[in-house]
């Protein structure tokens, strides 16, 4: 139980984290958009700010790195868990 009630809380921390800084308040002062959103000419723009908004963001850089590195202690404690089962 306590294990779950630690993984809820470094969630809502690494979701209030993230929406903090990716919060922008000048998306509600503008209307809606009167031409299409997704314009197929202009897909390699997009796909040069998404990879700038996504790596100038510093909060979304560290949880990637995070999450590599969780991903690599969990691998490291399941080799060293399987390794003592096979010595007892």
């Known amino acids: 139980?306590?294990?779950k009630i630690a993984a809820i809380m470094?969630?809502?921390i690494m979701v209030l984290l993230i929406g903090v800084q990716l919060m922008d308040f000048t998306v509600f002062s503008l209307s809606a958009p009167t031409e299409p959103l997704l314009n197929p000419a202009d897909w390699d723009i997009i796909g040069q700010r998404v990879g700038e908004l996504m790596w100038s963001y510093r909060v979304v850089d560290v949880l990637i790195q995070v999450t590599l590195l969780l991903a690599a202690v969990?691998?490291?404690s399941a080799m060293f868990r399987s390794m003592r089962k096979e010595e007892n």
């Open 1 to 3: 139980m306590k294990h």
């Open 10 to 12: 470094l969630s809502v």
């Open 74 to 76: 969990i691998g490291a």
